[in-house]
């Protein structure tokens, strides 16, 4: 019933982790591997090992979750060596996640999987909002153009890019028009909201340490501008191109809506983090019930077929 195509494999399910949450280490990711995702992605790896911002760095809150990470990780070998071991044990793709400081960081990575025996599909992050000083690639559209320019030259591989949000419709259509130039597999949409801030009223003081406390704001805040960023897209980029949900997803009925918009893959972030990996049997049970109440049988019924009001 969930089964889902996505770069030529059926995928038991639509549900993934997001980069970040739950797959800092090996442990985390066989958590995940073991788990009834039906895919799971590395964590987003930088050339060396990064500690990442002092703590704390992540607060839940109410209706989500405020965080100033900054990219911790155990560095691009340690993530490697994983997935080439693991994808001897399946035939589901693995995903690997790559988010260098700068677009030479993120080049030499790339060129590093184009040369190894990973056969998975390659996640570059152009929309990190937390490393201080390090502007989102993704919101300099020439810089983003001239990179995935560069990356193409040599890059054969399945790849993916990752996305902050957008909030401007001509931002969606500049945006797209660029990304339809290359072969890219899929869009990410989206990253966290950056540089909210979260007060907590006992003291008078922010949650989180880094950037004075500004850091990227997730979970249920977030849904409507995820939704309006896949819903851009998927109307914007070429069929090929396909689309990855993520932001909101707290029940069923959220992917629901993040599949109705036109996702074919969705990430689970704050949630996650909330609830561990077993979130992903509740969001499934959930999911099942609403379609078996619509009637649907397939996802790709409805995947896409939001309507308009006319």
Sequence with gaps: MLTTNFLDFDFSNPFMNASGVHCMTTK??????????????????????????????YF????????????????FD?????????????????????????????????????????KGVTELNLSCPNVPGKPQVAYDFELTDETL?????????????????YFDMAHFDQMAA????????????????????YIDTDSDQVVIKPKEGFGGIGGEYVKPTALANVRAFYTRLKPEIKIIGTGGILTGQDAYEHLLCGATML??????????????????????????????KTITEFRG???AIV
């Design 28 to 57: 985390e990711l066989d958590e995940l591997a073991a788990s009834n995702a039906g895919a799971y992605i590395m964590k987003s790896a930088t050339p060396a090992k990064r500690e990442g911002n002092p703590e704390p760095r």
């Design 267 to 296: 990430q689970v972030g704050t949630q996650l983090q909330k609830e561990g990996p077993a979130i992903f049997d509740r969001l499934q049970k959930e999911l099942m019930a609403i379609m078996e109440e619509k009637g649907y």
């Design 78 to 118: 340690y993530y490697l060596e994983y997935a080439l071991k693991q994808q001897e044990k399946t035939n589901r793709p693995l995903f690997f996640s790559v988010a260098g400081m700068s677009v030479a960081e993120n080049i030499a990575m790339l060129k590093k999987i184009e040369a190894s025996d990973f």
């Design 178 to 197: 660029i990304l339809n130039k290359y072969p890219l597999s899929y869009v990410n949409a989206i990253n966290s909201i950056g540089n909210g801030l």
């Design 305 to 307: 077929k939001l309507k």
């Design 149 to 165: 320019a560069q990356v193409f030259d040599f890059f054969t591989k399945p790849l993916g890019v990752k996305l902050p949000p």
């Design 60 to 75: 839940d809150v109410p209706l989500g979750s405020i965080n100033s990470m900054g990219l911790p990780n155990l560095g």
